[in-house]
């Protein structure tokens, strides 16, 4: 096998491309103040953590920084009178949540909750009286130690003591809402079923905690408050579809707005200052947007011109924000009129740091399509390099429930500009299909057909040329991290010749004991059941049991911190390999969770990974 020093060296060429890729400031989240005036701005690749930023909505002066003291900001929530903000904070990727309430004066900033909580947070939304704080914490009322379910909590901030609000029987992801009077927080539970949702209202003033919409045991809702508190829009799947709808306070009705089986509205929000619901429409991973009015429910495509814009909201002035993006053009913030065709009135949050990567430098996505085994069609996302290619890396992404887009991605355009092609396959149970595409994943359970999915598409690529037999790899973080594992024990080095898993998934039972209580639900409705319940299929798709079969290259990553697939997947399965006599190589970061993220570290994971692919294909 070739020393992988050489091309490391050879691939050095390419290192002032990546210094300029990594050196772009990431915009990570962006929020619009309640009173439409600034914008806060979480920002990466400026540090090694995110940072918090703050701008005139207008554009009319630069951005500051507001919070970089070693911390990630995960999330930002405004305080109702636009004074303050409540910051998500964590360390070093182990997603446990401090609440930090951050000034736009001089105050200093103020935490709320333990700096190095021993159970996590959800939420944190400030009421008018900048006093009382509602959050979900996996925590104990009366022990104070984690337990399994997450409880929500009315925090109130000057005696330090906290009033549970509602108490949910079984553990599930909780973001909890409260309604602009203060009087009410709605949230999602998932007691009946680990694939349903339904949604609850609890009293702000405790009394009371009731359930009031259930579509079945079985069907995910979700909900949000309409500006004047009045309604709460609903997203929710349905046996045909998805669908749109108002529940009413007044009455505790709903009308469905969108109900319409050809349509995938995957979301959909009410803005501050709108007249209209933003209703998110994918379709063959290409987000349409458009504003519904909910009287006439009549609709607007909101596309002022190419590339995917996501309405952020409506400022001050009138005139609406917006991300706009693609693979050429790395998300930014445009200000656009307030009416159609939203024209483009400028650009806000720039930071003044932009190396200004141009579009000719980067590479376009071409939508690349081909047949699984069962015949459905497959779509994924083809970046070619220029020239006679070294290989070709599937980039394969987490979730499963998500999708890749026609969108700029640092990593690949450096392994495009190293002279790879790379392709990322929107595998069944991905998003941004239909529910019937996204659901389908469930038939088999994890490792079943979306991995065959994986497998004919770089079959797909071979027999159309733009890979060559034994000279395609695969890589990906999380769920692209299992089907990494899953390929490289699976297929055979023709197809597949190296793999790189990021946090990905060896043994479905370690996993599911280990993980965070709030994501054991979601292998529950992924693997039809527990361990307990389906002891066979979580054996059969775990890729820890098959590692003699591994014939490629292998390069294992893990951030030691990593509370979603912990590290022990990745000690059980050295073990199991070195029992086997398999080679692998390993690399950690101890300052890393789940996913690598540290411009620094990526710097280290994307070059090492450049040269691990091209000594696995030389």
Request: hydrophobic share 40%.
């Amino acid at each position: 096998m070739p020393d992988i020093a050489p091309l490391a060296s050879e691939l050095a060429a390419f290192d002032p491309f990546l210094d300029r890729l990594l050196s772009l400031p990431t915009l990570y989240s962006a929020s619009l103040s309640p009173d439409g005036t600034q914008l806060a701005l979480i920002w990466g690749k400026l540090g090694p953590t995110a940072q918090l930023w703050l701008q005139p909505a207008d554009g009319s002066q630069p951005p500051r920084c507001l919070i970089d003291d070693g911390r990630d900001c995960d999330y930002v929530i405004w305080a109702r009178d636009s004074q303050s903000m409540i910051v998500g904070q964590s360390r070093d990727g182990d997603e446990r949540i401090s609440l930090l309430q951050v000034f736009l004066d001089d105050r200093t900033p103020r935490r709320l909750t333990p700096e190095a909580p021993e159970y996590y947070i959800h939420g944190g939304q400030l009421l008018a009286d900048n006093r009382h704080l509602v959050y979900a914490a996996n925590l104990d009322p009366e022990s104070g130690e984690e337990i399994e379910p997450s409880v929500i909590y009315l925090h109130d901030i000057e005696t330090d003591t906290r009033q549970v609000l509602a108490r949910p029987e079984k553990p599930a992801f909780c973001w909890p809402l409260v309604s602009p009077d203060d009087k009410l927080v709605l949230y999602e539970r998932k007691d009946r079923h680990p694939a349903g949702y339904q949604l609850w209202l609890a009293a702000i003033d405790g009394s009371f905690d009731r359930e009031i919409v259930n579509l079945g045991d079985d069907i995910k809702v979700d909900g949000a408050w309409s500006p004047d508190g009045a309604h709460i829009v609903l997203a929710a799947d349905a046996k045909e579809g998805r669908r749109i709808g108002l529940w009413h306070r007044a009455d505790e009705t709903v009308d469905w707005l969108i109900h319409d089986p050809s349509r995938n509205p995957e979301d959909a929000h009410w803005l501050r200052r709108s007249p209209y619901i933003v209703v998110e429409e994918v379709r063959d991973a290409r987000t349409i947007n458009r504003l519904l009015d909910p009287t006439s429910r009549r609709e607007i495509p909101f596309i002022p011109g190419p590339g995917s814009y996501a309405p952020l909201g409506v400022d001050a002035s009138g005139a609406w924000l917006a991300w706009h993006d693609s693979a050429q053009v790395p998300s930014r913030i445009l200000r656009l009129g307030a009416e159609p065709p939203f024209t483009i009135l400028g650009q806000v949050a720039r930071h003044p740091r932009d190396p200004g990567v141009q579009p000719a430098e980067l590479v376009p996505a071409e939508d690349y399509r081909w047949k699984s085994v069962d015949g459905l069609e497959i779509q994924g996302w083809l970046y070619r390099a220029k020239g006679s290619a070294r290989g070709t890396i599937l980039l394969v992404h987490g979730g499963p429930t998500h999708h890749d887009e026609d969108a700029f991605d640092p990593e690949i355009q450096y392994y495009v500009a190293c002279g790879f092609n790379v392709m990322t396959p929107n595998y069944r149970g991905s998003t941004g299909f239909s529910l019937a595409f996204e659901e389908s994943i469930k038939v088999q359970g994890w490792g079943g057909l979306e991995q065959e999915d994986i497998r004919t598409g770089a079959e797909a690529l071979i027999r159309d040329g733009v890979a060559r037999s034994g000279k395609v790899g695969i890589t990906g973080t999380s769920y692209g991290g299992y089907s990494s594992w899953w390929a490289i024990t699976h297929f055979p080095v023709a197809t597949i010749a190296a793999a790189a898993p990021i946090c990905g998934m060896t043994d479905l039972v370690v996993d599911y004991e280990t993980t965070r209580p709030d994501l054991r639900p979601y292998s529950e409705e992924m693997m039809g059941g527990s361990p307990v319940q389906a002891p066979e299929r979580y054996h059969e798709r775990s890729p820890i049991h098959f590692v003699g079969n591994i014939k490629g290259r292998l390069l294992i990553v893990q951030g030691d911190n990593d509370p979603n697939v912990t590290p022990q997947n990745v000690t059980d399965v050295m073990a199991r390999l070195t029992a086997a006599k398999v080679d692998f190589e390993l690399l950690t970061f101890a300052d890393e969770g789940h996913g690598i993220g540290r411009p620094e570290n990526q710097r280290v994971l994307y070059r090492r990974l450049a040269a691990f692919f091209a000594a696995a294909f030389a």
